[in-house]
């Protein structure tokens, strides 16, 4: 079969293009989140919340954290689902194959063991719900076993078997605290059945929308995967081994004029997440350092790549001093020498990324603009 030829050039735009990250920026949350496929939440705020650093390195000041707690809580346009923030019409992609949960031997039979546990959940949030898992009773009869931080959380850990069986949802959150109720009452009652084939088809092809290139195989990674089985044209990457799949939707605007931007980005931002792929792609090399003791880290605790035009060009390793009231930059982290033009777009994006949050703007390695 013959394979699209692609240069690197093309291949890092399509990128930047099927993230976002182009200069004709997204104007709404919502339809950003159906390109994207998702947001992911995750509870380090060295900065902002991911879910939030993501949206503005989209949307830029005008998206507020209000407008995505409104499309979760009250339109129900977007739903919270295994960590993710999701479309809500994508649910059904994703509770295809609710029945074969828990997976496991051993978890099933922990799962059918408890049913009278399951019983007192469904019963209490019914009566009584929303509620936070707190609130909620541990009548299980056989526990959790676990040697890890998970042993004898067993109202959270059936929780979480029943929101993936489509049974509980997310209704909402007060401040880090999920709110559970019934499906019935967040859900909406019209959403479709897919069968689990027609599923993974269709998130392979969403999923290859959204990262506009991608291999079609690996090994997965927590959350999200960042393969695409069949979806999408097969095609070669100049100078990189193997062979990628890319959206069709892309291929058809890649002579197109393209014009790019500085942005800065999530560590956990779908254009860098993929480690492999950044490096394959972008030759950047990039992990996240917060699991590492202070003196092993190379760019910092949250260190946010830098993506200028089609090329991810360095680090920023910067934390907001809430008690300060300051986002401060300890180091500016240049994979290539910053041309003045790079060294301006950080610093615009540093100063938005302050005035957006309400903070001042400081440390040594702010750059200058007479750099």
């Known amino acids: ?28 949350l919502v339809e950003m989140v159906r390109q994207l496929t998702l947001l992911q939440l ?36 977007l739903v919270e689902f295994n960590a ?8 059904p992609l994703y509770l295809a194959d609710a029945d074969e949960v828990p997976r496991y031997p051993d978890s099933r039979a922990w799962f059918e063991g408890n049913a009278s546990f399951r019983r007192d959940i469904l019963s209490r949030l019914d009566a009584e719900g929303p509620l936070q898992s707190k609130d909620i009773p541990d ?65 392979d092809e969403r999923r290859l929308r959204a990262l506009g290139i991608a291999r079609a195989t690996g090994t997965n990674m927590p959350a999200e995967p960042p393969f695409v089985g069949e979806a999408g044209v097969a095609a070669a990457v100049h100078g990189v081994a193997g062979e990628w799949r890319v959206d069709p939707g892309q291929l058809e605007r890649v002579d197109d004029e393209f014009e790019g931007r500085t942005a800065l980005l999530s ?16 030759g950047f090399d990039y992990t996240l350092e917060m699991y590492k003791p202070a003196a092993q880290r190379r ?9 200028h035009g089609d090329r991810l060009v360095g680090k920023v390793d910067g934390t907001v001093d809430r008690k300060a009231k300051v986002l401060r930059v300890n180091a500016l982290h240049q994979d290539v020498r910053f ?33």
């Not at 931002?269 to 993929?274: A, E, P, T, V, Y």
């Not at 760019?299 to 993506?307: C, H, I, N, R, S």
């Not at 615009?348 to 040594?364: I, N």
């Open 139 to 203: 009548t299980c009869v056989v526990p959790w076993p676990s040697t890890g931080w998970t042993n004898n959380r067993n109202v959270t850990q059936m929780l979480e078997f029943l929101i993936a069986r489509g049974e509980v949802a997310i209704a909402g959150r007060q401040g880090r605290q999920r709110i559970w109720d019934l499906s019935s009452r967040v859900y909406p009652a019209d959403l479709p059945h897919v069968t689990p084939a027609d599923a993974k088809r269709i998130r």
């Open 299 to 307: 760019w910092g605790y949250f260190a946010l790549p830098v993506l």
């Open 339 to 371: 041309t003045r033009a790079m060294t301006a777009g950080v610093l615009a994006e540093l100063e938005d990324l302050a005035a957006w949050l309400g903070v001042g703007l400081d440390g040594p390695g702010l750059p200058s603009r007479r750099t």
């Open 42 to 77: 995750d509870p380090t705020a060295a900065v902002a919340p991911s879910a939030d650093l993501v949206a503005w390195s989209r949307l830029g000041s005008s998206y507020e954290p209000a407008q995505l707690k409104k499309a979760l809580e009250q339109d129900r346009s």
């Open 1 to 28: 079969m013959d394979l699209e030829r692609l240069t690197g050039e093309q291949a890092r735009r399509i990128a930047v293009r099927a993230q976002l990250l182009d200069a004709p920026r997204p104007v709404e």
């Open 267 to 282: 560590p956990f931002d779908r254009l860098s997440h993929d480690r492999k792929r950044a490096l394959e792609l972008f």
């Open 84 to 91: 993710l923030i999701r479309p809500m019409e994508d649910l």
